[in-house]
């Protein structure tokens, strides 16, 4: 989920627009889940379509969508249309829900993002993911973390600066490592996978984990190979990231080189971690994923031939 060039982020120097009116990109979100059109005639490829204008949700509430409805938020625009971001409240919700059980716009749903990988162009997943986490952010930072009063958006929206004693917050985004272990194995080269418990059944990653405070992403990786597989990596390079909303994680990919060790799985976090040959490799994350991207680069730069 990258964002496209020809999106520009609101600022002080980038002015908001004044109202999601229909010209708008809307971006309508419900716990988390982003509303999208489904194509009836795509239904067997699962493709979803967006966007969803203010004016669709209008009809089907039979309501302007104001404050009550749905909190909102410009986040900047894209080919020069204004961008916003909706979350609809638990009322707005119900009442749509009551109008599509009549049989109104029953093509409208609320999906996940994780869910909609592949079926929405990548730069819309992206705005909506910006989208997403701008939303969460006025609703976590409401109200002053030093002295409790209310604060209001600064920095063109960038940040939230409280009303009384100045303390200013920022959105959260929570550095997180990846790395792809490689080796020359016995039987030919192999890539060290891992599972978690929390993924889809028979699907395995590159190992991931959160950096710690005061820690630089390289002795991360080396923390979290030794704690979440008892291995010991070298030679790390560095190979991208990515922003990833899920929900304000910014992935940091790295390649490293097996040192040394025998696998032990870390109880609770790794379900299971195996090393696996080009030729027989599990399933992998989405492609839209920096880790399918890191795992794809790594064989075509690496083991290209093999």
């Known amino acids: 989920m990258i964002l496209p060039d020809t999106f520009q982020a609101a600022s002080d120097e980038m002015p908001a627009a004044a109202d999601p009116a ?6 309508f979100f419900y716990r988390g889940s982003l509303l999208v059109r489904q194509d009836a005639i795509a239904a067997s ?3 979803a379509h967006w966007p969803v204008s203010q004016a669709d949700i209008e ?15 410009f986040i900047g625009w894209w080919h020069d249309h204004p961008c916003w971001g909706l979350n609809l409240s638990e009322e707005a919700w119900q009442r749509l829900q009551a109008r599509q059980a009549q049989g109104e716009s029953a ?20 705005i909506a993911g910006r989208a997403l986490q701008m939303l ?3 609703r976590s930072h409401r109200y002053c973390g030093a002295c409790a009063n209310p604060t209001r958006l600064h920095e063109g929206g960038r940040s ?5 004693c100045g303390e200013t917050s920022y959105p959260r985004v929570a550095p997180a490592m990846m790395v792809l272990i490689k080796r020359e194995g016995v039987f030919g080269r192999e890539l060290l996978l891992a599972r978690s418990p929390r993924f889809p059944a028979g699907m395995y990653s590159a ?3 959160f950096v710690e405070p005061s820690e630089s992403i390289e002795s991360c990786i080396h923390r979290e190979c030794l704690e979440e597989v008892g291995l010991r990596v070298q030679n790390l390079q560095y190979f991208g990231s990515q922003g990833w909303p899920f929900p304000h994680s910014l992935m940091i990919a790295y390649v490293a080189d097996y040192e040394s060790g025998e696998i032990q799985c870390q109880e609770a976090e790794i379900e299971d971690a195996r090393w696996f040959r080009l030729d027989a490799l599990p399933q992998l ?7 399918r991207r890191l795992i794809d680069g790594v064989i075509a730069r690496d083991f290209a031939g093999s």
């Open 22 to 27: 229909n010209q708008s990109h809307c971006f």
């Open 45 to 47: 490829q699962r493709l």
């Open 59 to 73: 009809a089907l509430i039979a309501s302007p969508v104001h404050p009550e409805w749905a909190s909102r938020r």
């Open 107 to 126: 093509d409208l749903r609320f999906e996940p993002l994780r869910a909609l990988f592949n079926r929405l162009p990548d730069e819309v997943l992206a």
């Open 136 to 138: 969460e952010f006025d």
């Open 160 to 164: 939230r600066r409280c009303s009384v």
């Open 207 to 209: 190992l991931a984990g």
């Open 285 to 291: 994350p989405n492609r839209l994923s920096i880790a």
